[in-house]
């Protein structure tokens, strides 16, 4: 593999860039007198669905109020980010999702989409709001009835009545199930005793628990009548309008965090604390006022899902907020290595532009395509959570696919914000690790988000389990014999892609051609076959090799699927990748501007190969690609590297952010300033005649 541009041999002719083995790459797509994108409208295509609601949120958040204030003390911080909230609510941001009656607009892919923008004032802010309004009161609004909408929503919406979302305990995380906290009902005076019955049990990493929370959505396992009928939300208030906690309330402050720190996390325990029947959330299950339990959803497993899936928001959310923190880490980083100058030609001549380098290209542009995938995946995320919680698509076969969709692109996208965000720091060298360029805060305070709402691998190992149940319903009903020669075949990479004939039909045809290579096989419809491809295979040999868990006892079941579930989850990644590349396409198929589209198309075969070149053994082992494509797939992502070059500023112009989002002073004219002055210091005393001359240029003499 190479990581330079593929360059012509002939010496460079562009004015900006000398010869002698400078990259030749044009600053522009105007320079380089090729198909330029229409920027409003590509601001527009990434803004999404929402666009609208998107730039009231930025126009906003333009007020230095909402921003996050570098090296400000935790407990500043924390205060800071309590009086912005209730800025958001005297704007009108904060009931976007709920209804009318309660002072909301019952509109919930606007309310997410809003949302989303937040982080580019301050994380702390969009994620102390989350609790607040996409936890919290999304439980209240959720899992409650009318009764509870009535008693508490207002308040939540305007903030009078701050909460914390009580699920997580210091023993269990993303096993909600397994919680030990537990609401006993005490059918003699009609009341849940909420009770933390061991250290564990503590409910823990709370937002607005340490200091600001006045009452709790808490979970815990619902006891009547000596029957656990699993895990239930209840309402219960912890401190009083002093700030102090009630009777039985502990609280802990978890302190200084790795980020978001002007959320005021912490722990919460309960000691016998007696609240009314009336505080069960009973949208799904309820308790009467003798003991007897009753819900309308038999299944206590299905009864469980259904509850949690209520709040997949949190995940829906994560996923968009992501995706516009890395794009701004990319637009600070490109727009840098626009202007940031470093290295002659070896000649003496004119420092060259960063993002000229190959090097350079290679560490951006493939990133910077990904994000554009994540937009375009991140709005489809949207526009189906819109039509679940809407009512317009509400089955339960909606709601698992909404679930499935976000639980994998969730961790897609924010383990790319880390990445990226650490990579566009490293671009900018020193100038990346001063605080006031934005990347050290951004990494510390996304870090946590790939724990938020679910462990990234727990959450796609729930999504490769669906792919294996959904490959498993295609064979409903046939024969051992059958599933045992499908799965053989698969196993093999024969049954779909005739792995052995179809290697050597490609060597032929590609005759040494990197050119060729590509056009011949590395086209759209054949990224598709290959992304998809990869996953059938991956899902079919995992397939194959747990099927024989059915037969065994249940311990040697659970050993054998823990055996592949490293496999499980990649395949689940996989799945993700396809989606995103999916989305992608229909994005740009949807362009109606032919220069646009082209672009766009580069940046889209860009992010696929880009994602084939990460797994070129797979591929090659599994006879997917010849030795001639999948050296081709390199070489031909370094050409689009250099094909896009000339556009990296229109792209990241395209994310539509102003300087009061960006305010990283690299990327606001800094930089080019004293590139400027430096240049033209240089070039004065060229003109006038007395720089001193260079010791080589004594010693060529």
């Keep these: 593999m190479t990581d330079t541009v593929v360059r012509p041999k002939k010496p460079a002719m562009n004015k900006r860039t000398p010869a002698g083995g400078a990259p030749t790459a044009a600053h522009t797509a105007a320079e380089a007198h090729e198909a330029r994108i229409d920027i409003p409208a590509v601001t527009d295509l990434l803004l999404g669905t929402w666009a609208a609601t998107r730039r009231e949120a930025r126009e906003m958040i333009k007020d230095p109020v909402f921003w996050r204030v570098e090296g400000q003390p935790m407990a500043e911080h ?31 892919g606007a309310n997410l989409a809003g949302f989303e923008e937040l982080v580019l004032a301050d994380p702390s802010m969009q994620i102390k709001g989350g609790v607040q309004w996409g936890l919290f009161g999304s439980a209240i609004h959720q899992l409650g009835t009318a009764q509870h909408h009535e008693a508490w929503l207002r308040d939540v919406m305007n903030m009078d009545l701050p909460g914390a979302f009580a699920m997580t305990e210091m023993g269990h995380g993303s096993d909600v199930a397994a919680l030990g906290t ?27 628990a340490a200091l600001h929370g006045r009452a709790a959505t808490v979970f815990a396992q619902l006891i009547t009548g000596g ?17 102090q906690n009630l009777p039985g309330i502990t609280s802990e402050d978890d302190g200084v965090k790795g980020g978001l720190n002007g959320i005021d996390n912490g722990r919460l325990a309960f000691d016998h604390v007696r ?14 006022a003798d003991g007897t339990y009753s819900s309308d959803i038999a299944s206590p497993g299905r009864r469980f899902f259904t509850m949690l899936g209520a709040l997949v928001q949190g995940r829906v959310s994560l996923d968009g907020a992501s995706t516009t923190a890395t794009a701004l880490a990319l637009h600070i980083a490109i727009t840098y290595g626009n202007q940031r100058r470093q290295f002659d030609s070896g000649a003496g001549t004119e420092e060259v532009v960063l993002l000229d380098y190959g090097k350079h290209q290679r560490r951006l542009l493939p990133r910077l395509a990904q994000t554009y995938a994540q937009f375009f995946s991140h709005d489809e995320l949207l526009r189906k959570f819109d039509g679940v919680f809407g009512g317009t698509h509400d089955t339960p076969a909606e709601r698992e696919d909404l679930e499935t969709l976000a639980a994998a692109l969730k961790p897609l996208s924010t383990w790319n914000a880390l990445d990226t965000i650490q990579e566009a720091r490293e671009a900018c060298g020193g100038a990346g690790f001063i605080a006031e360029n934005r990347f050290t805060g951004l990494r510390s305070d996304l870090d946590v988000y790939v724990t938020f709402e679910g462990d990234n691998n727990v959450l796609l190992q729930l999504v490769g389990k669906r792919l294996l149940s959904d490959f498993a319903k295609q064979f409903k009903g046939a024969d051992a014999a059958k599933l045992a020669k499908f799965a053989l075949g698969q196993t093999a990479g024969k049954i779909f892609h005739g792995a052995g004939l179809r290697q050597f039909g490609q060597a032929v045809a590609d005759l040494g051609s990197t050119a060729r290579s590509v056009e011949l096989g590395l086209r759209a419809d054949q990224q598709h076959e290959l992304l998809a491809g990869r996953v059938e295979q991956m899902v079919s040999d995992i397939a194959g090799a747990v099927r024989p868990a059915s037969k065994l006892p249940a311990a040697d079941a659970a050993a054998l ?24 396409t229909d994005g740009v198929n949807a362009i109606e501007d032919d220069d646009t589209r082209q672009v766009l198309i580069w940046l889209r075969d860009l992010f696929g190969l880009h994602l084939i070149e990460n797994h070129l053994a797979w591929y090659l082992i599994n006879g997917r690609l010849s030795t001639q494509r999948a050296a081709a797939v390199s070489r031909y992502i370094d050409r689009l590297g250099a094909r896009l070059r000339p556009h990296a500023q229109d792209l990241v112009d395209a994310f539509g952010f102003e300087p009061e989002h960006v305010r990283a002073p690299i990327a606001l004219g800094g930089e080019r300033e004293r590139q400027d002055e430096a240049r033209a210091y240089f070039a004065a ?14 010693k060529k003499k």
Excluded: M
Aim: aromatic fraction near 12%.
């Design 275 to 288: 609240i009314p029947r009336f505080n069960l959330l009973n949208r799904y299950g309820d308790v009467a």
């Design 78 to 108: 924390r205060e800071r980010t309590l009086s912005q909230l209730r800025l958001l609510a005297e704007k009108g941001a904060s009931g976007r999702a709920y209804p009318k009656e309660y002072g909301g607009q019952a509109n919930d």
């Design 227 to 243: 029957v656990n009928y699993g895990v239930h939300c209840f309402f219960v208030p912890i401190r009083d309008e002093n700030g």
């Design 561 to 584: 699927f823990n055996e592949h579930q490293t496999e499980l989850i990649e395949a689940a990644r996989a799945h993700g990748q396809l989606l995103q590349w999916e989305a992608f």
């Design 182 to 208: 537990t609401a006993t009902y005490d059918a003699a005076t009609e009341e849940f005793v909420i009770h933390t019955p061991f250290r564990a049990a503590t409910k823990e990493y709370l937002g607005n």
């Design 685 to 698: 005393r060229a003109e006038a005649g007395d720089a001193p001359v260079s010791e080589k240029s004594l």
